[in-house]
């Protein structure tokens, strides 16, 4: 073979599914220069389940993952750069998987595991306990805030313009007037 030329694809009983979960990543950087919402489908949503016989076995997540992936035209997309990156012509088999996750790496069968919900840290919990409303009722002795009026002043009748009123309360200054 000529230096350079690239290896024959592997027949299809070679070429398994650890091969594919350890060339993972390089397939999904292929797919990203190819189309990149196929590289989303599989990024977040997909893993590797198996491969035999020629036939890729993809788990994606989520039934609205999966259709898009199979209606889009997305497993051509895989195919391609499968055999561009493994040089192995497989048949893609995109099947609902919910314990499937796509983590961008190689991915793994994973059984389905319990969803237990995750304690808070303590730290987490105390700031939670500390919080306080953005508006409350005013604390014994401390003054009631004011509240306006009718019979309250307007402020375009007080005199003055806006560049009065933001130096009085904010302390801004003009720099330049426009």
Avoid: Y
Wanted: aromatic share 2%; hydrophobic share 40%; glycine share 10%.
């Amino acid at each position: 073979m000529a230096a350079g030329a690239s290896a024959p694809p592997s027949a299809p009983g070679s070429f398994g599914a650890a091969d594919l979960r350890r060339l993972w990543p390089e397939v999904l950087a292929e797919v990203k220069a190819r189309r990149r919402f196929t590289w989303i489908i599989l990024s977040q949503n997909a893993q590797v389940l198996g491969v035999s016989d020629g036939v890729l076995t993809l788990g994606i997540s989520n039934p609205g993952a999966r259709d898009s992936f199979g209606r889009g035209g997305s497993d051509e997309v895989l195919r391609e750069a499968i055999l561009q990156v493994a040089g192995a012509a497989l048949r893609i088999d995109a099947i609902l998987d919910p314990s499937a996750e796509g983590t961008g790496e190689a991915a793994s069968p994973v059984a389905p595991r319990a969803t237990a919900p995750r304690p808070r840290p303590a730290a987490a919990e105390a700031a939670r306990q500390n919080l306080r409303p953005t508006q409350s009722a005013p604390t014994p002795g401390e003054p009631d805030e004011p509240v306006a009026s009718r019979d309250d002043q307007d402020v375009d009748e007080a005199g003055g313009d806006h560049s009065e009123l933001l130096a009085k309360h904010l302390g801004a200054e003009l720099i330049a007037e426009e």
